[in-house]
């Protein structure tokens, strides 16, 4: 009974549903499922992969003593024919051996002279490629400068020792700039200004810290007597009634609140302050004559004390 064949196997994955037959199926994971244009490659060159190792290839020209195997006083006495003419029968096993030692000697000779010729002739195109570049590398060594090379050099091909050598009076070369000593000491009370307006500004910090540092809360019995104050005590906390008056709206009850010395400045306000419109000005009740000469006593008492100081001690020290 002869063998069954084979039922052919089709892959389920790539197998068509459709009537029309496609010449190509690719599933979504297959990097190939979008076509991408790929870069046109010339210069890439097939390397194909060899498996395993190859050998060393070895000498063949080595251990000749000093000799030329291509040479014929080598290759003579190693192709050297039989010293007796053997007349043997036609097909007898004596003429084939003797036809196969004949060619043995021929392909040897041949052999190694092809392969002498071509050894040297490698050498040879080796040697040349190598002179050439040798060449080549001695001419862009020893080639002038260009033209726009030596424009555009960032060096000015100056000699630098001779241009020091000018800055030293007892030592002859270029002459320094006439107005160096000039630039020197203009940029030295520049520096010296910088420095005071620096030490200047940092000691108006200090003394500014100094006067501020005055009210700042330090102990836990400063921080219970600010609450206090703020915020009442308590059995007699801070407490507030308000009504409308057409500006701004305060709620009546009887809650504590921080806006029971009242109400704090709206914009407008400090913008008519600022700006004395509208009868909103710096000298709302208070004599306009008294707040300018307080601000400039003021301002005397900073200049003489060198430092800042509070409106009230500066008048109450200097008479405002």
Known sequence: MPPKAPIPWHCPSCRSFSTTTTRRQLRPENPNYIAIPQPPQQ???????????????????????GKDKASPEWLDPHTKPPSKDVQAKQGSREEWKS??????RQNLREGLTSLKARRDTEASRLKSKSDRNQKARHEALTRPEREDDRLTAPSHGLDLEH?????????????????????????????????????AERASHLNTLYMNARSFIVTPAQLDSAVDEAFGTPENPVRFTGSFDGSAIEVSGNGASVWASGKPDRVQDMLNRANNVGGKSAFDGMNPVE?????????????????????????KRYGA
């Open 43 to 65: 210069t890439l060159v097939h390397k194909p992969f060899i498996k395993g190792r190859l050998p060393v290839p070895r000498d063949i020209f080595a251990g000749a003593e």
């Open 99 to 104: 036809k196969i030692s004949s060619m043995r």
């Open 163 to 199: 241009l020091y050598k000018g800055f030293i009076p007892s030592s002859p070369g270029v002459r320094p700039d006439p107005t160096r000593d000039e630039r020197i000491e203009r940029m030295r009370a520049n520096v010296a200004a910088r420095t005071e307006a620096s030490r």
């Open 291 to 315: 707040e300018v000469n307080r601000k400039r006593i003021t301002r005397i008492a900073e200049a003489f004390t060198g430092g800042k100081m509070d409106d009230g001690e500066a008048a």
